[in-house]
């Protein structure tokens, strides 16, 4: 399994679950809420950190999984020649100052796809 697969499997349990906005309430004992009255989720004397975390991550999960949805198998590949290209664009080669922020782009997409293709335990 990938994390293009996990992205997959959370989009599919994101429009699933209870919708977005996830609400944090409390200052000791902490409750999330949403607009359905039958969902909520409590936390009896709780660090604020968890309650919070998912809170969060419930109510940015569909732009999450919007943007990492992007990745597709395949990528890193398309990627390298991407990159290949681009350093034999420009007479300077790979060490061109005037080319490094584009070089630099290319390199993090390059490894966030390969993170994405990768097989995960
Ligand atoms: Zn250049």
Same mark, same amino acid.
């Given at each position: 399994?990938t +994390?293009?697969? @996990?992205?997959?499997? #959370?989009?599919? +349990?994101e429009?699933?679950?209870?919708?977005?906005?996830w609400? +944090?309430?409390?200052n000791?004992?902490f409750?999330?809420? *949403?607009?359905?009255?039958?969902?909520y989720?409590?936390?009896d004397? *709780?660090?604020? $950190?968890?309650? %919070? +975390?998912?809170?969060e991550?419930r109510?940015?999960?569909?732009?999450l999984?919007?943007?990492?949805g992007?990745f597709?198998?395949g990528?890193?590949a398309?990627?390298? @020649?991407?990159?290949?290209r681009? $350093?034999m *664009?420009?007479?300077d080669?790979?060490?061109?100052?005037?080319?490094? $922020? !584009?070089?630099?782009v290319?390199?993090? #997409?390059t490894?966030?796809?390969c %993170?994405m !293709?990768?097989k995960?335990?």
């Amino acid at each position: 399994m990938t +994390l293009i697969d @996990v992205v997959a499997r #959370l989009k599919k +349990l994101e429009a699933e679950a209870t919708r977005a906005p996830w609400t +944090l309430l409390g200052n000791i004992d902490f409750q999330i809420v *949403s607009d359905n009255p039958e969902f909520y989720i409590n936390f009896d004397d *709780s660090d604020k $950190a968890d309650p %919070e +975390l998912i809170t969060e991550l419930r109510n940015t999960a569909p732009a999450l999984l919007e943007i990492l949805g992007a990745f597709q198998e395949g990528d890193a590949a398309t990627l390298a @020649v991407i990159a290949e290209r681009f $350093a034999m *664009s420009c007479p300077d080669g790979m060490g061109c100052p005037t080319c490094a $922020a !584009e070089r630099d782009v290319i390199n993090r #997409l390059t490894n966030a796809a390969c %993170e994405m !293709e990768a097989k995960q335990e």
